[in-house]
């Protein structure tokens, strides 16, 4: 079991580069989740998905896009990179998305826009 | 407007003794909480969890305590050891659960030896 992967590791983009962060997981979770961490500060939600075939916004929301491909991958698109993205990403995902669920954390993408 | 507050950025203990970590929250719909342990370079990983209808919980050296009259739970680490030293995010749940934690920043624990 690999638990929750994401690729790519590290990304450096330009202001106004896309790209598509990956997150796959191999626990048959229901739920997954996007979130972002800056410096000093805890993680914060950008979007999750309770199912397959949904999505939600979460707290930090703009500028991301989301697809729940099937059960076991969730990608996160940024249309237009901006140099206020530049954070850590982490996916998680949980077994049904309840408050007793433990949610499992991918290692993290780390990335720069320039 | 922090929910999940965790007001000591960082915490220096020696190798042997208590550690203890406070958290304090504002949302009184929160009614689950958590605690992770954070490598560098890594993804967060499940330390303890408590529910608002209980106010301990003990699993091998962590203890989590949870205060609701005062919104405050705080995690014990006894004795603390060399692979404590991490960054801990406290984490609250409210409702059904199925959107998301909400994170303090954490507090940096360095345990010395």
């Known amino acids: 079991n690999a638990g929750v992967t994401q690729t790519p590791k590290f990304q450096v983009l330009k202001t106004g580069q896309s790209m598509t962060l990956q997150c796959a997981q191999d626990m048959n979770h229901n739920s997954m989740y996007w979130y972002r961490q800056d410096p000093g500060m805890g993680l914060r939600l950008i979007y999750y998905s309770a199912s397959e075939g949904t999505t939600d916004k979460g707290e930090v929301p703009n500028g991301y896009n989301v697809s729940r491909l099937n059960k076991r991958e969730f990608s996160l698109r940024l249309e237009s990179a901006a140099p206020s993205q530049t954070s850590v990403y982490f996916c998680a995902s949980t077994l049904r998305g309840g408050r007793t669920d433990t949610q499992y954390f991918g290692p993290g993408t780390r990335l720069t826009v320039l | 407007d922090q929910q999940v507050k965790q007001n000591s950025p960082s915490l220096s203990v020696q190798e042997g003794r208590i550690s203890i970590l406070n958290c304090d929250y504002t949302?009184?719909?929160?009614?689950?909480f958590l605690w992770y342990k954070k490598y560098p370079a890594e993804g967060p990983t499940f330390l303890i969890s408590?529910?608002?209808?209980?106010d301990k919980n003990e699993d091998g050296r962590f203890t989590v305590f949870l205060n609701k009259s005062a919104k405050h739970l705080s995690l014990h680490i006894v004795p603390s050891q060399p692979g404590d030293s991490a960054v801990y995010f406290c984490?609250?749940?409210?409702?059904?659960?199925?959107?998301?934690?909400?994170f303090g920043k954490g507090t940096h624990l360095i345990i010395q030896p």
């Open positions: 408590i529910s608002s209808i209980k």
């Open positions: 984490a609250a749940y409210s409702g059904g659960g199925a959107d998301g934690l909400t």
């Open positions: 949302n009184s719909m929160f009614d689950y």
